[in-house]
């Protein structure tokens, strides 16, 4: 609510007992999960599906660029910043706090689908991902 008319002291004590009521939810929240691991392993499986998504958009992106008739620089500059965004996000997954069997499994599957779409992109553009794009510029 509104705390501008409290006092000082006020403002503190009404944003503690927020704050203590709003652990309090997030505790029961993760209790209802299992605990602290079973609450973390539904987040890194979640952000495992998600990842799958942009992945599954990553690689429509560059089968449209397999089809065009000349490759466009800046959609290549643009999947090679995706790409890597990915490859950032994934490596956080692999190498989580938590783990299990299926998300061990997931991670090695993403990271083997991203691997060749970035081959794919180096394919169409003549690029090395590494070092520079095919022009010549450093990435």
């Known amino acids: 609510g509104d705390l501008s ?3 000082t002291r006020s403002t503190r004590v009404s944003r503690g007992h927020t704050s203590r009521a709003v ?3 997030l505790r029961a929240h993760i209790a209802s ?4 691991i079973e609450a973390s392993l539904t987040v890194y499986h979640d952000n495992a599906d998600q990842l799958e998504n942009q992945l599954d958009a990553l690689d429509n992106r560059i089968t449209e660029a397999e089809t065009a008739p000349t490759p466009d620089r800046a959609e290549a500059r643009d999947l090679i910043d995706t790409s890597t965004q990915l490859r950032a996000t ?3 997954l692999h190498h989580a706090r938590y ?3 299926n998300l061990t ?3 090695l599957q993403l ?3 991203l691997d060749l ?3 794919r992109i180096t394919r169409v553009y003549g690029l090395h991902l590494q070092t520079h794009l095919g022009d010549g510029t450093a990435l």
Do not use: I, S
């Open 111 to 113: 990271q083997t689908r």
């Open 90 to 92: 994934l490596d956080k």
């Open 33 to 36: 999960l299992g605990g602290p």
């Open 23 to 25: 652990l309090a939810d």
């Open 5 to 7: 008319r409290l006092k």
């Open 105 to 107: 499994t997931r991670t």
């Open 117 to 119: 779409a970035q081959t």
């Open 99 to 101: 783990t299990d069997d």
